[in-house]
């Protein structure tokens, strides 16, 4: 359900233009917190790059509520596919050209309750564990420079939420091919759950970091048992709108008049998949962890390497008061 309610977007900084690569921390409100905006801006170096390598222009984002750690991401690229799954709705693109010293610049949220702007669900007020956003920003690759930051924090005056989306990103280290368990934390019930993985199917071969992926709770499987990575994978691009056709492609033919198909269409999108507990974002579908004994993912890999998996979790106001 969907709560009308009043909110105040205010701007925390604009055009921050740090001079070398810094860790970088702001102050957020005291009162409610409903989601911060991010813009990312810098100028191309090279020509017809895409936008997860201006993304990597934020190496780390982190929110802190007092000593707890709300969000948590190593890759930005990860921080914007998951708000984008809880939102249900792409980042935005600034700038079209894609020339050297062309500027370009991406917009996203981080969501601290879904459906966006809604009283029932957001970081609650508190004086007392004050609320922090901290990025670690590089300030040129080999692809963009002159990185500039947009912040914005969006605050529900007077909302009394019961409960907020805590969202962290975790490495995995190779651990062989075939069956294998991951544990899981059963501080909090589990929403969403996002993979990024280094080999996907591309080309020529159908080969992958998982195999299949599924959710074992207390000894039982819950909600998905061994589902194969492409159903994982076209869930995500089931979810979010307009995900058929990301920021870049090519066509294969030159011949006048003709368009050809088009390739490449998944680009960077490809490398993410989910397993997903927050059905049209009704918290009825969600994975009970908290309160359970045990919980882990049951993994089939294909490939001996290192990936990532980030988790969205639903945290009641009342544990963190």
């Excluded at 970091?209 to 994978?233: C, R």
Aim: glycine share 6%; hydrophobic share 45%.
């Amino acid at each position: 359900m969907v709560f009308k309610c009043p909110f105040l977007k205010k701007r925390i900084v604009a055009d921050y233009d740090p001079t070398a690569d810094e860790t970088k921390t702001w102050d957020l409100t005291d009162d409610v917190l409903a989601a911060i905006w991010i813009t990312i801006k810098g100028d191309f170096v090279a020509a017809d790059k895409d936008d997860d390598l201006l993304m990597a222009l934020v190496t780390s984002i982190q929110v802190d509520m007092g000593g707890f750690t709300v969000l948590k991401y190593i890759n930005t690229l990860t921080a914007v596919v998951m708000n984008m799954l809880l939102k249900q709705s792409r980042y935005m693109l600034i700038g079209s050209d894609h020339e050297i010293d062309d500027i370009k610049g991406v917009c996203f949220p981080l969501l601290f309750g879904a459906p966006y702007l809604n009283t029932a669900m957001a970081l609650p007020k508190s004086l007392d564990n004050r609320k922090t956003l901290t990025l670690g920003l590089d300030i040129a690759n080999a692809d963009f420079d002159d990185l500039l930051v947009d912040i914005s924090e969006v605050i529900l005056p007077n909302a009394r939420p019961v409960g907020f989306i805590k969202q962290e990103e975790v490495s995995l280290s190779a651990r062989g091919t075939g069956d294998k368990d991951v544990w899981l934390q059963t501080n909090w019930d589990l929403l969403k759950l996002l993979f990024k993985c280094p080999t996907v199917p591309v080309e020529a071969a159908w080969t992958q970091t998982v195999n299949q992926a599924g959710l074992e709770i207390d000894d039982f499987m819950w909600g998905y048992n061994g589902v194969p990575w492409t159903h994982l994978h076209g869930e995500l691009m089931d979810e979010i709108t307009g995900m058929a056709g990301i920021e870049s492609h090519t066509h294969s033919t030159l011949v006048p008049d003709e368009t050809g198909m088009a390739t490449n269409l998944e680009h960077w999108i490809r490398y993410f998949a989910v397993m997903d507990f927050f059905y049209n974002k009704d918290l009825k579908w969600r994975a009970p962890l908290s309160g359970s004994s045990t919980a882990k993912l049951k993994l089939n890999y294909g490939v001996d390497e290192a990936m990532y998996f980030a988790q969205a979790n639903y945290v009641p106001v009342s544990r963190v008061e």
